[in-house]
């Protein structure tokens, strides 16, 4: 099946600093998502890209959809306690979700 | 409002034995999923299910049968638990769309069953 490499696997930073993650696939994808999964708790959504090339942020994280369509990078600015947590990329063919394929997640640690 | 819920939340059971997961939504939703998660795999499709009584393989099926008599209804079947089947399972739901798609940015995430099998 298709592969969706995630980097880093993990990170540990400050509060304050900005953080960076990304995620490429050795095919195309139509629609590249993030998804933030809590301890003990399901994945939820961050933020969603349907273009390539196309910027998308939600509050202090910016998402971005790769021109060739294998990658995905997501920001966070200033980051605080509360955001961490396991990031997944996540990329779909076509418009159904049974074509949704997981990045292995990226496991974010924030010290104060 | 109660969303998708899954239980039992936390199952030890031993090899051999048939466990069932249950998952149940009040969406009214017709796409139900089962994932399962591990470390160093992300989320992996292991079956799922466009409508009442239509099932389908996911990627990694082998070992599990699922069933859809009901719309709000997706249990998970594990016949002969393996070790190999220890992990966390992870129920989905998914309306379709105006445009009768299913799109991943509107699937919705239960909250997990922890499953180890000794």
């Known amino acids: 099946g298709q592969q969706l490499n995630q980097s880093p696997q993990s990170m540990f930073i400050q509060e304050g600093e900005d953080v960076s993650m990304n995620c490429t696939s050795s095919?195309?994808?139509?629609?590249w998502l993030w998804y933030k999964q809590d301890p003990g708790e399901g994945p939820v959504l961050l933020i969603a890209?349907?273009?390539?090339?196309e910027l998308t942020s939600n509050g202090r994280l910016t998402a971005q959809f790769g021109i060739t369509r294998k990658d995905s990078f997501l920001n966070i600015s200033a980051s605080i306690p509360s955001d961490v947590g396991i990031y997944f990329c996540a990329g779909q063919l076509g418009g159904t979700a049974s074509k949704l394929t997981f990045g292995t997640g990226t496991r974010l640690q924030v010290t104060l | 409002d109660a969303g998708i819920t899954q239980s039992p939340r936390y199952k030890i059971t031993e090899t051999g034995r048939q466990v069932t997961l249950m998952c149940h939504q009040t969406?009214?939703?017709?796409?139900m999923f089962w994932y399962r998660q591990d470390l160093g795999h992300g989320l992996r499709l292991i079956y799922y299910s466009a409508a009442a009584d239509i099932t389908d393989k996911g990627e990694v099926p082998d070992g599990y049968v699922v069933s859809r008599s009901k719309t709000e209804n997706f249990p998970l079947t594990l016949e002969s638990a393996t070790r190999s089947q220890t992990s966390v399972y992870f129920c989905a739901s998914v309306a379709m769309d105006r445009d009768r798609k299913v799109r991943g940015n509107t699937i919705y995430f239960g909250e997990g069953s922890w499953l180890t099998v000794v």
């Open positions: 095919s195309i994808f139509n629609t």
């Open positions: 969406w009214s939703h017709s796409y």
């Open positions: 890209l349907y273009k390539a090339g």
